[in-house]
């Protein structure tokens, strides 16, 4: 099966480093494909962002089903466009966030989420509201670093996730740790040995779900909400 | 002052039939500008149309910003790219559902909506938790009609639409009805002689909430979430 | 058009202020008639204060309805009488809380109150609930002044006013601030200046909301639950 | 111990068939003193009416203080005054809503409401939301008689509960009914023999639960929000 | 009557101290039957050791109904097997920590817990939800100390508990505090005596709705949802 | 890897059948272990026999640990002793009925459940408020035909399930149906087929969960609310 997995920011590195987070938890016989749209914007920290880069990423979708994927992953913790991206695909779409909660929710009974700006906590909310799970999440943390940081600052952001990683499992009452940006997947497994507590990001864990409802066939259905864009 | 009445989609009856409904509540000093972008959806009947509409309205608030118009009105039932307009904007931006629902919360204590397609009743449900009006609302109604045919097939939609208004008002325990679409608000007051009922129409309740703000001195906040979207 | 806002309460210090701050935003066209119960309590501090304003409001508010007013404010944060007072008019009833929560709603996705007494926050944090606003409320702070140091002890009141939204402004990550006492609007302007975040008052909020419904024809609904008290 | 059940209307006929109720499951040594205000509404069916009688039931709150009597019943399913008949209290207060929805869910999954008139129903939904009982409360049913016909066409007001009752009996996947008016306390019994479902009536479940404070010495709290209104 | 108290864990001790609580607060003509099962968990701190409980108490009810017992409390702050225990008996049962939330909020706006483990809060927060209870209670605070020291140790966990009631008396903005387990139930009227504010404790306030319960002649509904356990 | 697949009830055909199910999805690579206790109960069909299952079922769970299965499955729609389950292992534990909605809010805005006995409703209720999956449940609908039936009277069930499924798509404007039993997974493959909506069972769901699970290498956390059952 081949997954395309969206960063939906022009920002290259991300796009490979999320690519690779993403084939490293992929089944031997599932393909990763790693895309990001040419235009747009170079990082997404808040609704403006938002609204540009699921303009873009709608493209992708659509090519993606043109080439006949078995599953979009929309690798932004805001998880944009994820509604309107369901009506263009058959395929299954899935967004890091939403992926993220649900592994969460399935071992431990509360978790907080560690994510970058203060201004993107706002969006995390909105989404715990929508997806029903404002009250399996005990609290957001910001590590108020720019999104790009995580790809030009690597050794700080790691430092300071770190950080706030163990203080929200010291004070918060958690079970797990939801990482808030597809750009942190890479350390999620570093910081969940060190601090010994389960530290979910949504990237891998959106690919694996994927991958499950290949395994069952269940495509995103055609029938009510996410039907095709009506045609005027 | 000047209002921007943005109708986010390219249909220009539509756009002149909104304007002309904004202008007939404005006050004499209130300059009504209605705009649409001049690429993006003919009709908006689902997320993905919402989401393209969004990219192109933006655009749209920012030469709005520009112009220095005192405030953006977005004319779609699903208020598409509120949050990022509101990013862009120091203006106020309203949008035409919340308005309907501010409105119609003041007088009554319970509203039934009556919309167009049944697919855009989960973006009404959507706005009703977010905005917190769920337990207002009494229940959502659609004439099953497409969004078009409000312009071209003026006369059934308004048949349809007063049908379902006056189900709505005997059977829901309502004390007012939202309509659900800006191409709507010329029907609102029809229907509420013929029904005497308060029938609320989100295009004309924006325009004067706008305006109540403008009065107020108080626009959009640019300390914290609604901040300019970052430079990076 | 001519607008009675009344205050619950005995003050006419208060009554008188509350007018001024009313009348600074009316339009030129509106009449802003300050009036207070001649009986009743001389502030309104908790439950059984409101029960027994309640009484006398809605005195003044038949007496306003037979002056043909075109809108009535109930100038008490708590909304004391609110539906009861709908039941008995056609004009339009806000209350001062409602409307301060509706501004804010509309220019930042949260906001916190900062109120008097201890004692009051019980009630305001019902109306959130019950009007829906619980998720855009980020606090509710008080000062623990009497309401009457409002008028008595005007400098302090000011002072301990501004040190608690400025307080609130860096630690809650809201984008505006709601004051929860009519005898604060006097104050809302300069804290906003000084602090430069939107500082909402409802005396003003619900003025403009009055005139808002009226340009638009809509008054309260006598259909259903507002309707006129039953005839025994 | 004596326990003042207040009738907050001034219908006499209401009084003394509420006292009756009361009286025939206090225990032994309890006595029930049933009162009503000489001033206000003949019956209560909206929230002007509630207003009016919240105002006088409050004088005999501070008259049953003043002869020291050990609890206070406000019987009017809408439990108007209740916070602010406590702030006046040191002993227990319960309104008969209330004490109805405590008892049914101590032995049911879900009850269903069958009250008086339709304009009440938005009461009964207020305080289902205020005490968190909406997940509980299946149905609010209306005979949509007046409340006085409870006393003056008593035979067809039981015919009408009955029918009514047993409709949500079968329809509403419920474990218990309760009823939505001081004066149906009269009928709960019957009504639970014939159709063999808990019927719940507010009157006598506060009583017993009264009583059962008055067991365990518990008395309303003076500290924080129900304490004695604030001195000016 | 006659009450069946079940300690649902095996320690003896704690089911005698129960017990004697018990028979403080109940009626003269009241027998308190204080029982524990023979197997199962010594004390419960944590959901395994709840659904080992659960099934062993479920026993004890089958037992107590065999005896035609009048009334059964489950006396451990989960409510463990509570509504299993409803299916299997036509005499009430009530769970000691709703029993206490009910009686919380019959006295005082708000309430906090004040329980043992840590781990057992999860348990706690649950029950809040389910019985719509959350905005009700400010807070849960853990006392640390094992199930057991409150037998085995019983000075120092009274010097923490009276510790951690005094600072939620303080610093919670409440009116009452609950104690959550039903080894505390000797200490909470000396707290509530040292500390002046209401201090409920399920075991009493169970027993007095028992007996509120019996007074009314209501017993669990054998209409719907717990009626007894199908027969296969 | 292999996963343990718990039919809590002691129904062998049941026991044969969902193995079968779970089966036709795994992986080449998965062994699937179908497993039920020897004592208990035949099926479950309420909250007495969900409770005497959940004692049972835990038996099971300790043995799966102790042979180092990679992942555990409660098979039964009331997900009963999750939580119970999750503190004994270290592998992952997952109901059926929280898989069903985690795969069916996916892809679909909502869904509606199709179950058996209308007294086990309340138990899908509780779940999806404790889940927080009550916007996006629609309505849920019973067969009214005993469990065992789903195995002795097995056309019957198949043909009640899908006249009611064929109801639900026309009726309730969803997406997608859950099946709200492990015996009826046998049925969802065709009723999909012959309805053209997604219809999807908690078992196969559950298998490719854990598998997802397995391959992100994330077990039940053991930091916290989790944690193995304490020591006494």
């Known amino acids: 099966m081949r997954i395309q997995v969206i960063n939906p920011n022009t920002c290259l590195e991300m796009t490979n480093s999320i690519g690779k987070s993403a084939s490293q938890v992929a089944s031997e016989k599932t393909e990763i494909i790693a895309v990001s749209p040419s235009q747009g914007v170079v990082s997404i920290e808040g609704h403006y962002d938002e609204a540009i880069a699921a303009f873009h990423l709608l493209e992708l979708i659509r090519q993606g089903e043109q080439q006949h994927v078995d599953g979009h992953i929309i690798a932004c913790f805001g998880d944009p466009g994820l509604a309107a991206a369901r009506e263009l695909a058959t395929a299954p779409v899935i967004g890091i ?47 108020d670093l720019p999104v790009l940081d995580l790809e030009t600052n690597e050794q700080e952001t790691y430092q300071k996730l770190l950080e706030m990683c163990q203080s929200a499992k010291q004070d918060d009452g958690i079970g797990a740790i939801v990482l808030g940006c597809g750009g942190m997947a890479k350390h999620a497994e570093n910081i969940s040995k060190v601090l010994d507590i389960p530290v979910i990001d949504g990237v891998t864990a959106a690919v694996k779900l994927i991958e499950a409802l290949h395994g069952l066939g269940i495509r995103t259905s055609k029938w009510g909400d996410y039907d095709y864009p009506n045609q005027k």
């Not at 431990?108 to 929508?130: D, G, M, N, P, Y």
């Open 97 to 143: 966030a939403e992926a993220a909660f649900h592994v969460a929710s399935l071992i431990a009974t509360k978790f907080s989420i560690v994510t970058t700006l203060s201004r993107t906590k706002i969006i995390a909310e909105h989404l715990l509201i929508q997806y029903g799970y404002t009250h399996q999440c005990a609290k957001i943390h910001c590590i």
